[in-house]
């Protein structure tokens, strides 16, 4: 299986995941363009794409979902409700009916074959997911947008060989910048993102002898950067590794203005 970022951070969202036969896109929060030169970058057709996911409605994962849905007739997976917020917005365009295909939390599906396996978070959408792929025995994990994470977000993460996690901000950098209060309780909140802290907390939680890589994801251009997320992440992870004698996994951060690292196990 092959994992790249091309796009990630507050300001959109897109990553690329593959197999041996099948191509997807987990959201398309970014111009159709910058869809299209990452693809290119990675030597990818988007004709030969098989579909787009999508974790929830905001702008930052949906804004180029129209032009690349209506462009290269991509079938769109959604949960229900987050497929009748999309319709709710304007800016997209219309997208045919045919295209879109519902799915439900916690109930695998097959795309190809990729078994994918959606499971909800915690963020104030209609019904935000996160998503884990398995093909030929690897395992893969996309999650951002959570404002917390419990038993059932662990579990959803044990035993992956690779993962692309949420670390939104630095909690100081948050707290004296300078959004306005009730966006600084959004972020911080449940329903919010997650920080490098909670990040690390959770990365600890799920790291094992087969995680190969990590990926940082969705930072904050404001109140965060790629320097302070690896450090914090790095040091609570390699703390825990030590103590369980397994190998750090490697750790990179995913860029907002340009291809990630590309993941292939």
């Known amino acids: ?38 693809l290119r970058q990675l030597h990818v057709n988007p004709e030969h794409l098989q ?81 884990r792929f398995r093909s030929e025995g690897k395992q893969i994990g996309v999650a951002t947008d959570m404002g917390t994470f419990d038993e059932y977000i662990v579990d959803n993460l044990r035993d992956l ?14 707290q004296t910048g300078s959004y306005p209060y009730y966006l600084k309780l959004r972020i911080l909140g449940s329903y919010g993102h997650l920080s490098n802290d909670s990040s690390a907390q959770l990365l600890c939680r799920v790291v094992n002898p087969r995680l190969q890589s990590v990926l940082l994801g969705h930072l904050s251009q404001e109140n965060n950067m790629e320097e302070i997320a690896f450090e914090t992440v790095r040091q609570e992870v390699a703390r825990q590794a030590n103590e369980q004698g397994m190998a750090l996994p490697d750790i990179r951060v995913a860029h907002r203005d340009r291809l990630s690292h590309i993941v292939e196990i």
Do not use: W
């Not at 299986?1 to 300001?11: D, K, Q, T, W």
């Not at 690329?16 to 959201?27: C, F, H, M, P, R």
């Not at 799915?103 to 935000?128: C, M, N, R, W, Y």
């Open 161 to 174: 060989d690779s993962l692309l996690l949420e670390a939104n901000h630095d909690v100081r950098m948050l």
């Open 1 to 38: 299986m092959r994992l790249c970022s091309i796009a990630s951070g507050s300001s959109g969202n897109c990553t690329y995941i593959s197999s041996d036969t099948t191509e997807l896109l987990i959201d398309t929060g970014i111009s159709k363009t910058r869809i299209e030169n990452g």
């Open 51 to 131: 579909g787009i996911l999508i974790t929830h409605e905001h702008s930052d994962h949906i804004r180029g979902l129209g032009v690349m849905a209506r462009r290269y007739h991509l079938p769109i997976y959604a949960t229900p409700k987050t497929i009748d917020a999309i319709r709710s917005m304007g800016f997209l365009g219309k997208i045919d009916d045919e295209l879109y295909c519902p799915i439900q939390k916690d109930e695998t599906f097959l795309v190809g074959d990729i078994q994918i396996q959606p499971f909800g978070i915690s963020h104030d959408a209609a019904d935000p997911v996160a998503y």
